[in-house]
C-alpha cells in the first residue's frame, strides 16, 4: 500500500520561500494523479494543487496560489514538490501530499485514495 510522508514545512517570513516534499514509498506515485491540500487553523481541508500522472504533467491550482506555487513530480525519485513562492500569512496551514485514481474532479475535491499526515506550514507578516 502506498505510504506518503511530507516534509519541508516550517516557518516562513511573508515574501518569502518553501519547498514541501512527498516521498511515496510501498509502491509508486506513477500511475496517480498527485495533489496538495492545506487546512489552515480553524478551517475546513481545501485544494492547493494537482498534476495528472501522464509524463505530460498537466496541472491545475487554485486561485490564491496561481503565479506563487508550482506542483511538479519526480517519478524516478518517487516524489511529488510544491514549489511556494511569495508566501502570504493566509498561506499558514497544514499541507498534505495525495494520490489518488478517481479522475480529475473528483480528485481536486479530496476524493483521493492515500493521504500523508501533513507538513505544517506557518507564514509570519
Known amino acids: 500500500q502506498l505510504q506518503l510522508v511530507e516534509s519541508g514545512g516550517g516557518l516562513a517570513q511573508a515574501g518569502g520561500s518553501l519547498t514541501l516534499a512527498c516521498v511515496g514509498s510501498g509502491g509508486s506515485i506513477s500511475p496517480y494523479t498527485m495533489g496538495w491540500f492545506r487546512q489552515p487553523p480553524g478551517k475546513k481541508r481545501e485544494f492547493v494543487a494537482i498534476?495528472?500522472?501522464?509524463?505530460?504533467?498537466?496541472?491545475e491550482y487554485t486561485d490564491s496560489v496561481k503565479g506563487r506555487f508550482t506542483i511538479s513530480k519526480d517519478s524516478p525519485k518517487n516524489t511529488l514538490y510544491l514549489q511556494m513562492d511569495s508566501l502570504e500569512p493566509e498561506d499558514t496551514a497544514v499541507y498534505y501530499c495525495?494520490?489518488?485514481?478517481?479522475?480529475?474532479?473528483?480528485?481536486?475535491?479530496?476524493?483521493?485514495?492515500?493521504w500523508g499526515k501533513g507538513t505544517l506550514v506557518t507564514v509570519s507578516s
Open positions: 498534476i495528472s500522472w501522464s509524463g505530460a504533467g498537466a496541472s
Open positions: 495525495a494520490a489518488g485514481g478517481q479522475g480529475w474532479g473528483a480528485s481536486k475535491r479530496g476524493g483521493m485514495d492515500y
